[in-house]
């Protein structure tokens, strides 16, 4: 059963970068699909990321695309959300999601919460 | 900048039809912002229901159907459920040189 796990720091502060990496159980993320980044504030609503192909072809939400950098690593069926210049308005529930071309987020990680603070 | 709108809250009585709606300032949303939506209950990740404006997946109850109507995407439950109680979020695609996806803002639905 494909499932979808992210980790990382859970307290990160002002000004610095956000790391987080996405391991995929049960699927080769080499295979197909798209592999992406779908937020959420704390009483909030969802805000899509980014996604990213196994072959490293991106695209990214216009409002966050100059401070979003999305990776692949097939060797460790992993994929990885930077996230840079945090702020107060960065902390949020994290999630990562399995998308299909032309299709939204199918398969999602549980979520991690992500604060920033100093 | 792409805005995508739906109705705050709805309140439904159990068994009773509702429709919820999902709008883009952009215009119209057809087939081509391929709109998918997502039940979200307190405390959990989200779930999809529905791809592709009317498609269902595998686990997606029968009462849960989506369409267009009027411009916009709809999401319509029939026989509603307490547990249908929930924030259901829109999504919908982008296309062109830069393409993404955008969700609305939700809606929350009461069953009362």
């Known amino acids: 059963q494909e499932q979808l796990q992210e980790s990382g720091p859970g307290l990160v502060k002002p000004s610095e970068t956000l790391s987080l990496t996405c391991t995929v159980s049960g699927y080769s993320i080499s295979s197909d699909y798209y592999w992406g980044w779908i937020r959420q504030p704390p009483g909030k609503g969802l805000e899509w990321i980014g996604s990213?192909?196994?072959?490293?072809?991106?695209y990214y939400n216009p409002s966050l695309k100059s401070r979003v950098t999305l990776s692949v690593d097939t060797s460790k069926n992993q994929f990885s959300l930077k996230l840079s210049s945090v702020t107060a308005a960065d902390t949020a529930v994290y999630y990562c999601a399995r998308n299909a071309n032309h299709v939204g987020p199918t398969i999602w990680g549980q979520g991690t919460l992500v604060t920033v603070s100093s | 900048q792409t805005v995508v709108t739906q109705e705050p809250s709805l309140t439904v009585s159990p068994g009773g039809t509702v429709t919820l709606t999902c709008a883009s300032n952009?215009?119209?949303?057809?087939?081509?912002?391929?709109p998918n939506w997502f039940q979200q209950k307190p405390g959990q990740t989200p779930r999809a229901l529905i791809y592709?404006?009317?498609n269902k997946h595998s686990w997606t109850p029968a009462r849960f159907s989506g369409s267009l109507l009027g411009g916009k995407a709809a999401l319509t439950l029939s026989g509603v459920q307490p547990e249908d109680e929930a924030e259901y979020y829109c999504?919908?695609?982008?296309?062109?040189?830069?393409?993404?996806?955008?969700f609305g803002g939700g809606t929350k639905l009461t069953v009362l």
């Open positions: 990213i192909y196994h072959s490293g072809s991106t």
């Open positions: 999504l919908l695609y982008s296309g062109g040189a830069q393409p993404f996806w955008m």
């Open positions: 952009t215009g119209a949303v057809t087939s081509g912002y391929y």
């Open positions: 592709n404006t009317d």
